[in-house]
């Protein structure tokens, strides 16, 4: 029989020679802990579904799964809280020095969009902080109006 850590690698591979076979491979560490933050999910929910069934041995072969995958996930390196205020303020530094006022979806095509800041980092935001920190920082240094996204950067400049 195979033990937790076993079935949570070959779980892994799987998911990502098959991810591989419809070139989509995983090339990032954003990536992996999307990966392994699904399979958490799933195997959350398979471990609820055992309980419902009485089969707590089921529950906690999935439990020390959840635990191991946890601790891969938590392997995975990413953006602190700290870097991701100072990468906001960057972001809206650098729209002000464009002469385009700050607005909460401008500094998250700076930070999240094609080559922006964070495009291949893992931002962990389980509690939403990160569009909190944006929505304040950005009230901040432009109160004014709601975000039209619509709007361009010219029709911006021009008024």
Do not use: W
């Amino acid at each position: 029989m195979l033990g937790p850590g076993l079935n949570v690698l070959r779980s892994i591979l799987t998911e990502t020679t098959a991810l591989e076979k419809r070139s989509r491979p995983v090339t990032t560490d954003k990536q992996v802990y999307s990966l392994i933050e699904k399979q958490i999910k799933a195997s959350a929910k398979a471990a609820e579904e055992f309980a419902l069934a009485s089969r707590s041995d089921l529950q906690d072969k999935e439990n020390a799964q959840i635990q191991i995958m946890e601790e891969f996930r938590d392997e995975v390196e990413t953006v602190s809280p700290e870097e991701a205020v100072e990468a906001v303020k960057f972001a809206i530094e650098k729209l002000q020095a464009d002469g385009v006022t700050p607005k909460r979806e401008r500094v998250r095509r700076l930070l999240f969009g094609p080559g922006g800041t964070f495009e291949d980092k893992v931002v962990n935001d389980r509690h939403g902080e990160m569009a909190k920190t944006i929505n304040s920082l950005v009230h901040e240094v432009a109160p004014s109006k709601p975000d039209d996204p619509r709007k361009t950067v010219a029709e911006d400049q021009n008024g």
